[in-house]
């Protein structure tokens, strides 16, 4: 089966241990350079009020669409996008 997983750019704020007992120093999990740009996304965009079916519907919209911008900033960072703006 091939690898599916999406490039999710490493660590967006990696923080780096220095384990004193072992004299290793360890990166610190937190949040995906991915995450990072689709939150910054979703932050952007005005939000509806509600719990209707349509707006759950729009949500769902949104966060997709977060994610496909995140997607499209890794892409430009990795030299992806040609210059008409595919991939």
């Known amino acids: 089966m091939a690898n ?3 490039d ?3 660590q ?13 120093y360890q990166e610190q999990g937190g949040m995906t350079l991915r995450d990072w740009f689709a939150g910054q996304w979703a932050a952007s965009q005005k ?3 509600g719990t209707t079916p349509s707006v ?10 977060a994610y496909e911008f995140a997607d499209a900033m890794l ?3 990795r030299g992806e996008v040609d210059d008409d703006g595919g991939e």
């Open 47 to 49: 939000h509806h009020v």
């Open 56 to 65: 759950k519907r729009i949500y769902a919209y949104e966060a997709e669409s």
């Open 8 to 10: 999710d750019g490493g």
């Open 75 to 77: 892409a430009e960072r």
């Open 12 to 24: 967006a704020f990696p923080q780096i241990r220095n384990d004193i007992t072992f004299g290793a």
């Open 4 to 6: 599916t997983r999406k």
